[in-house]
């Protein structure tokens, strides 16, 4: 016998739990579905489609009820002779509108007749306007993570392309997805009233309807009797406490069902839970600072000793005094307060920090307060280099009592 063998007594399927999954009925999401078909009903008339605009934190749906209502949408419109055509492109890695449209142009063309970089922004505009009139009919271009473009040129100039004579054959419609709430606000007046003529918000789904995802997914993954209802409800828990987040809660489970075959126990159980929460909280706090500049670094060494000084949720402006005296200590020239405030607000969107807006009205105007939102002494852990360089404070220094 080898050193590996199938495993069969725990998971039927484990693929299901996984984020690329797409289930066959979306549930916790009614609300948002019934907006969504409205928005996208010009499409199955045969008329332009709506630009729709989504936002929401990360794992709250945006992406799951787009697939599956562009499905939906593609199947029925076979059923009335409108014919679609689905582009599907993640901006993460995309920074500009130019870098943009030639991703567009080579998701219409064969693999060996695509477009590099070289090119004016004019002819690559041009190239994209031959190709989606090639297509003709309707098109739905779904940018997701679209708040990872700099210039909003693109935002403004496939919305208006038939109006400005570009196209004529071709109807074409955005789907924006963007986990950033603030990026509409970014973007120019004229791109904002085309790009976000449907707009959509997902909220952080409530611990019932993480239930019902997990346990939807809980029934195809698992074989009969192996998960109870009490470990669902725990998942869900953690999972409403963590932001929300299907996409942690979800992991949050496979990451149980491995720890139950891991000691080959025949179900899962609560303390499988406990113990899958901990290492996978460990490895996204590891992550995350791995992957901090070591500016970023300093401002969260910064923030966490006020946080063990009991001293937040605290303003930006109160955190630069002991951002600099750190960056003294660890002989680092201090960003000015704008650039600071900025990795603030990256271990916000990282999950490592919190940020709350307060609204003093006029005598105290509107700003954000900051906490942490992770294990301080996993944070300290993951930031060993730089406190070996600043230093310990006596709040902290009582967690590597005993560390090796």
């Known amino acids: 016998m080898g050193l590996f063998e199938p495993d069969t007594e725990i998971y039927r399927d484990r693929d299901v739990l996984r984020e690329d999954y797409q289930p066959e009925k979306i549930v916790g999401r009614d609300t948002?579905?019934?907006?969504?078909?409205?928005?996208?009903?010009?499409?199955?008339?045969?008329?332009?489609?709506?630009?729709?605009?989504?936002?929401?934190?990360?794992?709250?749906?945006?992406?799951a009820c787009t697939g599956y209502l562009l499905s939906e949408l593609q199947s029925d419109a076979e059923q009335y002779n409108v014919n679609i055509t689905l582009i599907r492109t993640n901006c993460e890695d995309l920074s500009t509108s130019y870098q943009v449209a030639i991703q567009l142009i080579n998701e219409l063309r064969l693999p060996s007749n695509q477009v590099t970089t070289g090119y004016s922004k004019r002819q690559v505009y041009k190239m994209l306007w031959e190709e989606l009139e090639s297509v003709g009919d309707t098109i739905i271009i779904v940018l997701d993570e679209v708040d990872h473009i700099d210039d909003d040129s693109i935002l403004y100039q496939i919305p208006h392309a038939r109006a400005n004579g570009n196209l004529s054959e071709a109807k074409v419609g955005i789907i924006g997805i963007s986990n950033d709430f603030k990026f509409r606000e970014?973007?120019?007046?004229?791109v904002q009233s085309s790009l976000c003529e449907k707009e959509l918000q997902f909220p952080a789904y409530e611990a019932d309807e993480l239930r019902d995802i997990l346990r939807q997914r809980a029934d195809v993954a698992f074989y009969d009797g192996v998960i109870s209802e009490a470990v669902i409800a725990k998942c869900a828990a953690y999972g409403a406490k963590d932001a929300g987040d299907a996409r942690q809660s979800l992991d949050l489970l496979m990451e149980t069902g491995d720890i139950a075959v891991e000691k080959r126990t025949s179900e899962l159980a609560e303390s499988h839970v406990d113990e899958a929460r901990e290492s996978l909280e460990k490895s996204r706090v590891v992550e995350g600072v791995a992957g901090l500049t070591h500016q970023g670094q300093i401002v969260l060494y910064a923030l966490l000793m006020l946080n063990e000084e009991g001293k937040t949720p605290t303003r930006a402006r109160d955190v630069q005094p002991r951002y600099e005296m750190v960056c003294n200590r660890a002989a680092v020239d201090p960003l000015v307060p704008r650039r600071m405030r900025d990795h603030l607000g990256e271990l916000a969107m990282l999950g490592i920090a919190n940020r709350i807006e307060r609204n003093k009205g006029e005598s105290g105007g509107r700003y954000y307060e900051y906490?942490?939102?992770?294990?301080?002494?996993?944070?300290?852990?993951?930031?060993?280099?730089?406190?070996?360089?600043?230093g310990e404070i006596e709040t902290t220094a009582q967690w590597f009592d005993g560390q090796t």
């Open 371 to 390: 906490s942490l939102d992770t294990s301080p002494k996993l944070l300290l852990q993951a930031l060993q280099e730089t406190v070996d360089v600043v």
């Open 32 to 63: 948002e579905l019934r907006q969504y078909i409205s928005a996208l009903q010009p499409v199955i008339n045969g008329d332009q489609p709506s630009n729709i605009f989504l936002y929401g934190k990360a794992g709250v749906g945006k992406t």
């Open 186 to 190: 970014s973007l120019s007046s004229k």
